[in-house]
């Protein structure tokens, strides 16, 4: 499709009335994201594992991606990103990794990093230490794995978004869906039986919150363990993130229903949502970022539905009201879905 850019660094693609071309209403290339690179060489690299071939040059994209690592900028996600990737290809640059990622994590900076920064940085490191890195990696992932504990000691069990500020107790999606993943792969790679019950603890949570047709809803209170605000829906939280991190869960506690909680969200990209619309575009390749709250009612639900949560006395909205497609995508999405099925045994569970 035409999500991913012509060229190796990845670009986002968006279709629109604003974007047609001289041929009518077509993908147009927006920009460029080192982030959404490396997301997409971990994924590929995965899938080059299984056999399978991920349609773009891996090799040549990690040279472009570590030569502009050397210069400073990348964040201690990013740096664990790029380990992990490092990891699957010969572990060739390990000293430079581990040199820039203790740098990133040094001081008081991991109580300010956001959740998902401290996962993937946590996932380069066992990814590493599997790959054969030396006493460091093992050091780093201790220290990693201990914050993200930390963060999950809530009422809920949920993790806080980050240690510090009224923002940190109304996380997202994402925080807790990567931390599942981080937790789930320390436990099978480490035997680590706290990060088990932590993962399986957020896992719950999360499920006893999904949407009737399988939807994973996007902010959270960490004290009550409710949502604070469903919209956006997000595809690649259907098809990708949530079953990346479930059937690693599934792997380190072999137990099928996290599996099951998986191919239920992934109903909803085909069809099964409340707008009864297929996510993925056949024509353009595209398949679309989300389903939002129409007009100025998506950000403002946020704002509203956050204060409220927060005690500030307002009134929350609630989650009916007009919903539309956002029909954009990212390449990271690309990356996200080749790592979540990609040599996995739940692929055969998908009709």
């Given at each position: 499709?035409?999500?991913?850019?012509?060229?190796?660094?990845?670009?986002?693609?968006?279709?629109?009335?604003?974007?047609?071309?001289?041929?009518?209403?077509?993908?147009?290339?927006?920009?460029?994201?080192?982030?959404?690179?490396?997301?997409?060489?971990?994924g590929g690299l995965r899938a080059r594992s299984a056999g399978v071939d991920p349609g773009f040059e891996l090799d040549a994209l990690k040279r472009d991606i570590l030569t502009r690592s050397r210069v400073p900028g990348l964040t201690a996600g990013e740096l664990g990103?790029?380990?992990?990737?490092?990891?699957?290809?010969?572990?060739?640059?390990?000293?430079?990794?581990?040199?820039?990622?203790?740098?990133?994590?040094?001081?008081?900076?991991?109580?300010?990093?956001?959740?998902?920064?401290?996962?993937?940085?946590?996932?380069?490191?066992?990814?590493?230490?599997?790959?054969?890195?030396?006493?460091?990696?093992?050091?780093?992932?201790?220290?990693?794995?201990?914050?993200?504990l930390s963060r999950s000691e809530t009422e809920s069990g949920l993790l806080r978004h980050t240690e510090l500020g009224r923002r940190s107790v109304l996380p997202h999606f994402a925080d807790q869906i990567y931390a599942v993943h981080a937790l789930a792969i320390v436990?099978?790679?480490?035997?680590?039986?706290?990060?088990?019950?932590?993962?399986?603890?957020?896992?719950?949570?999360?499920?006893?919150?999904?949407?009737?047709?399988?939807?994973?809803?996007?902010?959270?209170?960490?004290?009550?363990?409710?949502?604070?605000?469903?919209?956006?829906?997000?595809?690649?939280?259907?098809?990708?993130?949530?079953?990346?991190?479930?059937?690693?869960?599934?792997?380190?506690?072999?137990?099928?229903?996290?599996?099951?909680?998986?191919?239920?969200?992934?109903?909803?990209?085909?069809?099964?949502?409340?707008?009864?619309?297929?996510?993925?575009?056949?024509?353009?390749?595209?398949?679309?970022?989300?389903?939002?709250?129409?007009?100025?009612?998506?950000?403002?639900?946020?704002?509203?539905?956050?204060?409220?949560?927060?005690?500030?006395?307002?009134?929350?909205?609630?989650?009916?009201?007009?919903?539309?497609?956002?029909?954009?995508?990212?390449?990271?999405?690309?990356?996200?879905?080749?790592?979540?099925?990609?040599?996995?045994?739940?692929?055969?569970?998908?009709?």
């Open positions: 499709g035409e999500r991913t850019s012509g060229g190796r660094l990845g670009r986002g693609s968006r279709v629109g009335a604003e974007d047609e071309d001289e041929r009518g209403n077509r993908p147009v290339v927006l920009g460029a994201s080192l982030r959404y690179s490396l997301i997409c060489l971990v990103l790029l380990l992990w990737a490092d990891a699957r290809s010969g572990l060739e640059a390990e000293e430079h990794l581990a040199s820039a990622l203790e740098a990133a994590l040094a001081g008081n900076t991991p109580y300010r990093l956001e959740c998902l920064e401290l996962c993937w940085a946590a996932v380069g490191c066992v990814e590493a230490l599997e790959a054969g890195a030396s006493s460091w990696a093992r050091r780093k992932l201790d220290e990693l794995t201990g914050h993200l436990a099978r790679l480490r035997d680590h039986a706290t990060a088990l019950r932590a993962a399986e603890r957020i896992a719950e949570v999360l499920i006893s919150c999904q949407h009737d047709d399988g939807a994973w809803p996007w902010i959270y209170n960490v004290r009550s363990g409710t949502v604070v605000e469903p919209y956006r829906l997000y595809s690649v939280h259907q098809d990708a993130m949530a079953p990346m991190a479930l059937f690693e869960l599934a792997e380190a506690s072999d137990s099928t229903g996290w599996r099951e909680a998986a191919l239920r969200g992934l109903e909803w990209i085909w069809g099964n949502n409340e707008l009864g619309q297929e996510m993925l575009d056949r024509e353009t390749g595209l398949l679309y970022r989300s389903i939002n709250r129409a007009g100025r009612r998506d950000r403002a639900a946020v704002w509203l539905n956050s204060a409220a949560a927060l005690g500030f006395g307002w009134a929350p909205i609630g989650a009916g009201g007009p919903v539309e497609v956002e029909r954009t995508d990212r390449p990271y999405h690309l990356g996200w879905v080749l790592e979540a099925w990609c040599d996995r045994d739940a692929v055969t569970l998908v009709r």
